[in-house]
């Protein structure tokens, strides 16, 4: 079956750092999705890519999706405390979401 | 927040025993999708409900069931609890459109089996 695998599993970076958190897909994906889970707290759906090489932007939050659409990546421009949390890809298939196991970022001040 | 709600909150159970986690859709969503969230692990999808009807299993034992209501509230059913079991069980509602849904998680109800 679909496996998604991200990388690293953690990160702890002062606040400013930039941050980089990749997905790669054992198989071509119709789409991706982007959650973020704070700690306790449950995913929040952070962006889909469809297209492939798109990418977008949230503010200092930037997504891209390979050519292949195999793979991905969210890269946080200068940290701020409040980014702290997991971040999860998803791929998407008929009626399922596979998760990765996420990156946990953690951020100082 | 996503309007969709889970009940309970928490709950403790022992092996063996059965339990039944509930989740409300949020407004106008006609799937639901049901999530185990192991700690420190993604979510892993059990299954998708879609207009009462299941459309989608993940790799889970069939002592793990379903309902889906015609308000398209949902039930998730867990028979003969074990320890793995113990884990946040989360729903997802989403607007079947044709194209691919985005899904919108309901805050989790965390179980621990004993």
């Known amino acids: 079956g679909q496996q998604v695998m991200q990388i690293p599993q953690y990160q702890h970076v002062q606040e400013g750092e930039d941050f980089t958190t990749y997905c790669n897909s054992s198989?071509?994906?119709?789409?991706i999705q982007w959650y973020k889970q704070r700690p306790g707290g449950h995913p929040v759906f952070l962006i889909q890519?469809?297209?492939?090489?798109e990418v977008k932007k949230q503010k200092r939050l930037t997504f891209q999706f390979g050519e292949a659409k195999k793979n991905s990546s969210l890269h946080i421009t200068a940290t701020q405390t409040t980014d702290v949390g997991t971040y999860f890809c998803?791929?998407?298939?008929?009626?399922?979401?596979?998760f990765g196991k996420g990156t946990m970022l953690l951020v100082s001040p | 927040e996503t309007g969709v709600t889970q009940s309970p909150t928490h709950l403790i159970k022992t092996r063996g025993q059965q339990v039944t986690l509930r989740c409300s859709s949020q407004?106008?969503?006609?799937?639901v999708s049901w999530y185990q969230q192991a700690l420190g692990q993604g979510p892993q999808f059990i299954f998708q409900?879609?207009?009462?009807?299941?459309?989608g299993r993940g790799n889970f034992p069939p002592r793990f069931s379903g309902l889906q209501f015609p308000n398209y509230s949902s039930e998730l059913n867990v028979n003969a609890l074990e320890l793995d079991d113990s884990a946040l069980y989360l729903c997802?509602?989403?607007?079947?459109?044709?194209?691919?849904?985005?899904?919108?998680f309901g805050p989790g109800t965390r179980l621990t089996v004993l």
């Open positions: 997802a509602s989403s607007l079947r459109t044709g194209g691919t849904d985005t899904q919108y």
């Open positions: 198989t071509t994906l119709s789409n």
């Open positions: 890519l469809v297209k492939s090489g």
């Open positions: 998803a791929g998407s298939g008929y009626s399922t979401l596979t």
């Open positions: 407004s106008g969503h006609n799937t």
């Open positions: 409900y879609y207009r009462e009807e299941e459309n």
